[in-house]
């Protein structure tokens, strides 16, 4: 009934990660693209790849709160159709760069400004095309005891900690000991 | 720095608001005490009215609060999950029916928040889950089978958000339960 409840974390067959799969430490997000601490976030994630470099693979899930964040879905809507043109990753920086403003028309701009099909996206925005796969992201991450955006695994083991780059980064950096 | 000022601070000042006691909430398989409260300025509710479907009980300390928020609103995201394991999902607290009806409303929440407002916290004193110094619920879980029956407990500490795991396997163990002796039946 709940499809694939149990997913790896991350899973290479179906997760967009940076990173290379088999990397000794896996980072996984579960993020709204509308939520203002997630946006927070952003910057310490990326300090904490660029300082981990090939040791690092990180992943993101979808965990829209729908009802709170109007705009969360169609947001990560957009994020996976483009994906499917390629550019999942240039999108996810580009909606959390731009959180307060997240509207179906602004989604077709940033899609258009990455240089992909724009009305592609928006048919897929507005059709919801990628509901399912949203959706099994948000279900895995209840199943795996996500209480809010945004909430990270290490290996996955959830990180309870403060997010903030010294304690998150030294979380992360624990199964490889990085000095 | 704002970002230090996320999951930690709303925890930090739990802690300093509500005391250290343990409470003993209803364990499984205790009948589970009916009540009637106002769902809304004008409506009442009674758990009797959900027999013959699992019911949900979320008990939280108060509105507003972050850690409720958060909770509240995964839940909210969660109806359609609970819905299909053929649950209904109550949330109570000690707010009065007004509060509760503003917070509905701010959140977008689309199931019922329980007033347990006069006598005060009286029903989350019969199951076992009333903070006596605080004067608020705990942050506490009941799934009640179909027969009223207490089937799982939780009670989480008052400032940690204990997302919903914990009442999907109630719920599916309890939709095995229901299907497997009528497969049984058929073969």
């Known amino acids: ?179 | 720095m704002p970002s230090t000022s996320t999951k930690s601070e709303p925890e930090h000042a739990y802690k300093e608001m509500y005391s250290k006691s343990q409470r003993s909430a209803l364990p499984p398989k205790t009948e589970a005490p009916d009540f009637t409260l106002r769902s809304t300025p004008d409506q009442w509710l009674s758990l009797s009215e959900f027999r013959g479907q699992p019911v949900v009980l979320a008990f939280y300390p108060a509105d507003w609060s972050p850690v409720c928020g958060d909770q509240m609103a995964l839940y909210n995201e969660m109806l359609k999950e609970f819905h299909d394991l053929g649950a209904e999902l109550i949330g109570i607290s000690v707010d009065g029916a007004w509060c509760h009806a503003a917070f509905a409303r701010d959140r977008k929440l689309h199931f019922p928040l329980l007033a347990d407002f006069e006598p005060k916290g009286d029903v989350a004193r019969r199951y076992g889950v009333y903070r006596y110094k605080d004067g608020v619920s705990e942050r506490a879980l009941f799934v009640i089978d179909a027969d009223g029956k207490v089937y799982w407990s939780f009670v989480s500490p008052v400032g940690v958000n204990p997302g919903a795991d914990g009442i999907l396997s109630a719920l599916e163990d309890l939709q095995n339960k229901r299907t497997v002796p009528a497969t049984m039946e058929a073969k």
């Not at chain 1, 693209?33 to 979808?62: M, N, S, T, W």
């Not at chain 1, 760069?97 to 400004?113: K, R, V």
Request: glycine share 6%; aromatic share 8%; net charge negative.
């Open chain 1, 1 to 179: 009934m709940i499809d694939r409840m149990y997913l790896k974390l991350p899973d290479p067959e179906r997760d967009h990660f940076q990173g290379t799969i088999d990397a000794p430490i896996a980072l996984l997000e579960y993020g709204d693209y509308e939520c203002p601490f997630c946006g927070e976030v952003q910057p310490i994630v990326k300090e904490i790849q660029r300082r981990l470099g090939d040791d690092l693979c990180f992943a993101f899930r979808h965990f829209p709160l729908t009802n709170v964040h109007p705009h969360a879905e169609h947001a990560a809507e957009a994020a996976e159709a483009c994906g499917e043109q390629g550019a999942f990753w240039p999108m996810h920086e580009t909606l959390f760069a731009n959180q307060d403003t997240l509207d179906d028309e602004s989604l077709a701009q940033y899609a258009a400004a990455l240089g992909l099909d724009e009305t592609r996206v928006l048919q897929e925005v507005i059709l919801n095309a990628h509901a399912h796969r949203i959706r099994e992201d948000f279900r895995s991450g209840v199943r795996a005891g996500v209480n809010g955006t945004p909430c990270f695994f290490i290996n996955g083991q959830r990180y309870d900690g403060v997010r903030a780059l010294e304690p998150l980064l030294a979380a992360v950096a624990e199964p490889v000991r990085v000095t």
